[in-house]
């Protein structure tokens, strides 16, 4: 498994594995990516801030996501909980495993990653999110040993369960 970040021509490779997602999504009643998000646009800007990630595996796009670090003012307001830290924090969004990979352990590499780029910046927290209904999900951030943290909302208004976890 190769961690790299994407570059503008992975875009095409990126939506493929964007859309099986919002197909699976879509099946699964849950009502996450179903209004063209994420898209090609917002991909391209993802890539020009420097902060889509890729897993490959024998040049394949595997996996996607997005890491950020710095004040997401999607996470400014949280109800029903309250956040772990008050400091400097990464979060990860977007993330999408191709068809064919799930199962294999990539998403523990992506959050595994993430911890290694934390640590370089000296940022000790990261937070992520997911639709309630994300069931799939949810999974995958409580066997990384993600805290509940309590209900955020995006920039559209759609609730997301909200999490943190201490590195």
């Known amino acids: 498994m190769k961690f790299k970040k994407a570059e503008i021509k992975d875009i095409p490779q990126i939506m493929e594995i964007i859309t099986a997602a919002q197909e699976y999504l879509k099946e699964q009643k849950i009502d996450q990516w179903q209004n063209n998000y994420p898209n090609p646009e917002s991909l391209k800007k993802d890539i020009q801030n420097k902060r889509s990630y890729l897993i490959k595996i024998d040049d394949k796009i595997a996996a996607t996501a997005a890491i950020i670090f710095g004040n ?3 996470y400014d307001y949280i109800e029903d909980g309250e956040w ?11 993330v ?3 068809e064919n990979y799930k199962g294999q352990g990539i998403i523990s ?3 595994s990653q993430t911890y290694k780029l934390a640590a370089s910046k000296d940022i000790s927290s990261i937070r992520i999110d997911t639709h309630p209904d994300n069931n799939a999900m949810q999974r995958a951030i409580a066997k ?5 943290c309590g209900i955020i909302y995006t920039e559209a208004g759609s609730k997301r ?6 590195l």
């Open 96 to 98: 999408a495993v191709a």
């Open 84 to 94: 772990l830290s008050s400091g400097d924090y990464g979060v990860i969004h977007r």
């Open 161 to 166: 369960l909200a999490y943190e976890k201490l």
């Open 72 to 74: 997401d003012p999607t």
């Open 144 to 148: 990384e040993g993600f805290n509940y």
């Open 109 to 111: 590499e992506i959050f």
